[in-house]
Structures are given as C-alpha cells and as structure tokens.
C-alpha cells in the first residue's frame, strides 16, 4: 500500500478528473454548451465529483471524508443521469454515451469502496494508504 499524501494522489480523484474533462470536450465539440441550463448542470455535478472527494481529504478525518466521500458518489449518480438527457438531445452517440456511463459506474463503485476502506480503518487525519 502507498501513503496518500494529498488528493491528488487518489486514483478516485483522478478518475472524476478525466470524467470533468471528458463532458468539457463534448461541450466543446457539440451544442451542449448553448444548452445552458443542461450544460450547467452537468458541468457541475461532474465538477462536484471531484471537488467533494479534495474537499472531503482536506477535512483531515475519517468522518468528514466518508460524509464529502458519499457527496460525491451522490453527484456522480447525478451526472450519468444528465447523460442520459445529454444522449437524448443527441449530443453524443449511443458509443460515446455507453463510455462515460461506464466510466460514471467504475467512478461509483470505487468511490463507495473507499468509503467502506475508510470505515473499517484505523488510519486517522491527512494521511491513507490507497492500493
């Protein structure tokens, strides 16, 4: 097991980075980004993602983190949600949308993992062993 010294450093983080990054191109390369209620909205949740597993780190205890943790698994659900409408307006294939629901699931279930890691371990404050 690796020490986790900062956020960065956590595969669920940088996994909800390459998902942010992904509905960015799709944004850029299609209309969504002129449908912007629908846009905002998954440009947030998607963002949120992220930011709640950093925010959550930066707390500095099992509790905090698993409560920010569960945030956001919670805005990655919402995010393939949004998928769905994304797909349904067309702004992407039936190809492009199966990835990133995949990649949304993959997300999910590690996040909730960690979660479950977090519960069950002694390891206490700004520093976790990741596998």
Excluded: H, P
Aim: hydrophobic share 35%; proline share 0%; charged share 30%.
């Amino acid at each position: 097991m690796a020490t986790v010294k900062q956020f960065e450093d956590l595969e669920i983080w940088k996994l909800a980075r390459v998902l942010c990054k992904e509905i960015n191109k799709i944004a850029n390369a299609t209309g969504l980004r002129t449908d912007y209620k629908l846009y905002s909205q998954i440009d947030g949740s998607s963002g949120s993602v992220m930011d709640n597993i950093a925010e959550g780190f930066e707390r500095n205890g099992n509790k905090e983190f698993i409560q920010f943790l569960s945030i956001a698994k919670a805005s990655c659900g919402e995010t393939r949600s949004q998928l769905y409408r994304v797909l349904d307006r067309n702004y992407v294939s039936n190809d492009e949308f199966m990835v990133l629901k995949d990649q949304t699931m993959v997300l999910s279930r590690m996040i909730g993992g960690f979660m479950n890691y977090l519960k069950k371990s002694d390891l206490k404050g700004s520093k976790y062993k990741a596998d």
